[in-house]
C-alpha cells in the first residue's frame, strides 16, 4: 500500500530507500525517505529459495518491488539504496549469485546490498548499532555486531539445527504429543489441544498429516503456539520444551558473545525477533532466565523496530547515511501506520 501525501522527492538532498526483509512465510517492502518518512508498504509471500526455488523469489520480489514503487509513483532508478534481507543467503554460494544477478535485473543499478534476513532483525532491534540479536521465527538464527566485527550463529536448517525456532518447538511438540498417546508420556493438556486441533477421532490419524504436512517448514510451525498454549495450561512437558527452546537460543547468545571478543564484565545489549517472542509465548521471560546463568553480562532490550524497519536502515548504510536511533524511531512509527 501507499499513503496519501507522500510524494516522493530527492532533489533536496533526502535519499530514496527500500528495505526488503524476506522470510520463510512472508516478505516485507518498506519505502521511505533517509529523514524517515514513510513512502510505501508492500507484503508478499514467503522468500526462502529451498522453498520456492529461484523462480519463486523472482516473482516475490518483481511483485513486491513493482507494488511499493508503483504506489508511490517511482520507478527504480531513483532509489538511492536498497537492502535485500533474503533467508539462506550466504548458505548456497551458486544461488547467491543468481540472487545477486536478479536484484541487479530488477533494479537496473547496483545500488543494493543483499544478505541473510538475519540483519534486518538485528538493525530493527538495536537501531543497527553493536549488540546480539537472535531471530526465532520459521527458523532460529544469531546475529551480533561490535567494533566492526560480524558474526552469526545457528541458522543450521530444520534437519540438524533451528533450535529453539517455531519450527523446533513444534516438532518437539508432535513428538510428545506420539509419546502422550502411546503412554511413553504422562498426557497432560497438549494431548487434548491436539487431539482437538486436528479432530483425531484416532490418534494414528496423525500419521497421514505428517506424511503430507511435515516437510513444509511453515505449515508445521504453525503448531508451535499450541506447545506454548499447552504450556501456559500446566502442562510439564510441554512446559520443558519451551524451557529448552529458550536454553538453545541463549546458548546462540553466548556463542556469539564469545565470537565477538565480549569481556565477562562488559554489558552485551541482546534483544530478539520473530513469532517465537510473541506476546502468547513464555520463551521471552524463559529467554532472560536463561541468559541470567550465562557467563556473560548480557542485557536484555525489547525490540527497538521490526525487522522490516531494520531492512531500511541497511538501505540507508547502504545509500552513505548512518543509521541513528532517531531515523529509527521515525522510520517504526511510518512502518506501523503502513503496514
Same mark, same amino acid.
Given at each position: 500500500?501507499?499513503? =496519501?501525501?507522500?510524494?516522493?522527492?530527492?532533489?533536496?538532498?533526502?535519499?530514496?530507500?527500500?528495505?526488503?526483509?524476506?522470510?520463510?512465510?512472508? *516478505?516485507?517492502?518498506?519505502?521511505?525517505? %533517509?529523514?524517515?518518512?514513510?513512502? /510505501?508498504? !508492500? +507484503?508478499?509471500?514467503?522468500?526462502?529459495?529451498?522453498?520456492?526455488?529461484?523462480?519463486? @523469489? &523472482?516473482?516475490?520480489?518483481?511483485?513486491?518491488?513493482?507494488?511499493?514503487? /508503483?504506489?508511490?509513483?517511482?520507478?527504480?532508478?531513483?532509489?538511492?539504496?536498497?537492502?535485500? /534481507?533474503?533467508?539462506?543467503?550466504?548458505? !548456497?554460494?551458486?544461488?547467491?549469485?543468481?540472487?545477486?544477478?536478479?536484484?541487479?535485473?530488477?533494479?537496473?543499478?547496483?545500488?543494493?546490498?543483499?544478505?541473510?534476513?538475519?540483519?534486518?532483525?538485528?538493525?530493527?532491534?538495536?537501531?543497527?548499532?553493536?549488540?546480539?540479536?537472535?531471530?526465532?521465527?520459521?527458523?532460529?538464527?544469531?546475529?551480533?555486531?561490535?567494533?566492526?566485527?560480524?558474526? +552469526?550463529?545457528?541458522?543450521?536448517? *530444520?534437519?540438524?539445527?533451528?533450535? $529453539?525456532?517455531?519450527?523446533?518447538?513444534?516438532?518437539?511438540?508432535?513428538?510428545?504429543?506420539?509419546?502422550? %498417546?502411546?503412554?511413553?508420556?504422562?498426557?497432560?493438556?497438549?494431548?487434548?489441544?491436539?487431539?482437538?486441533?486436528?479432530?483425531? &477421532?484416532?490418534?494414528?490419524?496423525?500419521?497421514?498429516?505428517? &506424511?503430507? *504436512?511435515?516437510?513444509?517448514?511453515?505449515?508445521?510451525?504453525?503448531?508451535?503456539?499450541? #506447545?506454548?498454549?499447552?504450556?501456559?495450561?500446566?502442562?510439564?512437558?510441554?512446559?520443558?520444551?519451551?524451557?529448552?527452546?529458550?536454553? &538453545?537460543?541463549?546458548?546462540?547468545?553466548?556463542?556469539?558473545?564469545?565470537?565477538?571478543?565480549? @569481556?565477562?564484565?562488559?554489558?552485551?545489549? @541482546?534483544?530478539?525477533?520473530?513469532? #517465537?517472542?510473541?506476546?502468547?509465548?513464555?520463551?521471552?521471560?524463559?529467554?532472560?532466565?536463561?541468559?541470567?546463568?550465562?557467563?556473560?553480562?548480557?542485557?536484555?532490550?525489547? =525490540?527497538?523496530?521490526?525487522?522490516?524497519? $531494520?531492512? @531500511?536502515?541497511?538501505?540507508?548504510?547502504?545509500?552513505?547515511?548512518?543509521?541513528?536511533?532517531?531515523?529509527?524511531?521515525?522510520?517504526?512509527?511510518?512502518?506501523?501506520?503502513?503496514?
Amino acid at each position: 500500500m501507499s499513503l =496519501p501525501d507522500n510524494s516522493a522527492q530527492n532533489s533536496d538532498g533526502r535519499k530514496i530507500l527500500l528495505g526488503v526483509d524476506g522470510g520463510g512465510t512472508k *516478505t516485507a517492502f518498506l519505502l521511505a525517505r %533517509s529523514d524517515g518518512h514513510v513512502i /510505501g508498504y !508492500h +507484503r508478499g509471500r514467503g522468500s526462502h529459495h529451498p522453498d520456492i526455488g529461484i523462480g519463486g @523469489v &523472482e516473482d516475490v520480489l518483481s511483485d513486491g518491488i513493482t507494488a511499493v514503487l /508503483g504506489g508511490a509513483g517511482l520507478s527504480s532508478d531513483r532509489l538511492d539504496g536498497v537492502f535485500f /534481507g533474503i533467508p539462506a543467503f550466504g548458505e !548456497h554460494p551458486q544461488m547467491d549469485k543468481k540472487i545477486v544477478d536478479l536484484a541487479q535485473q530488477l533494479l537496473g543499478h547496483d545500488r543494493f546490498i543483499i544478505e541473510n534476513d538475519m540483519l534486518c532483525g538485528w538493525a530493527g532491534s538495536l537501531a543497527a548499532q553493536d549488540g546480539i540479536n537472535i531471530v526465532a521465527g520459521t527458523g532460529s538464527i544469531g546475529y551480533g555486531e561490535r567494533k566492526g566485527r560480524k558474526f +552469526r550463529c545457528g541458522g543450521w536448517g *530444520t534437519l540438524v539445527g533451528d533450535e $529453539g525456532s517455531a519450527y523446533w518447538i513444534a516438532k518437539e511438540g508432535l513428538s510428545l504429543f506420539t509419546k502422550m %498417546s502411546d503412554g511413553r508420556a504422562a498426557r497432560g493438556p497438549l494431548y487434548d489441544i491436539f487431539r482437538s486441533h486436528f479432530d483425531l &477421532e484416532d490418534d494414528l490419524s496423525l500419521c497421514a498429516y505428517l &506424511e503430507t *504436512t511435515a516437510l513444509d517448514r511453515a505449515a508445521l510451525a504453525s503448531l508451535a503456539p499450541f #506447545v506454548s498454549q499447552a504450556a501456559r495450561g500446566g502442562d510439564m512437558a510441554a512446559k520443558q520444551v519451551m524451557t529448552i527452546a529458550a536454553k &538453545e537460543l541463549a546458548l546462540i547468545c553466548r556463542a556469539l558473545a564469545t565470537q565477538l571478543d565480549y @569481556v565477562p564484565e562488559e554489558p552485551v545489549r @541482546v534483544s530478539y525477533s520473530g513469532g #517465537v517472542f510473541g506476546p502468547k509465548s513464555s520463551v521471552a521471560s524463559l529467554f532472560k532466565s536463561a541468559l541470567d546463568t550465562e557467563p556473560f553480562n548480557f542485557v536484555l532490550q525489547e =525490540p527497538l523496530a521490526d525487522p522490516t524497519t $531494520g531492512a @531500511v536502515l541497511l538501505a540507508a548504510r547502504c545509500a552513505g547515511v548512518a543509521p541513528t536511533l532517531d531515523l529509527c524511531q521515525k522510520l517504526a512509527d511510518g512502518a506501523c501506520l503502513a503496514a
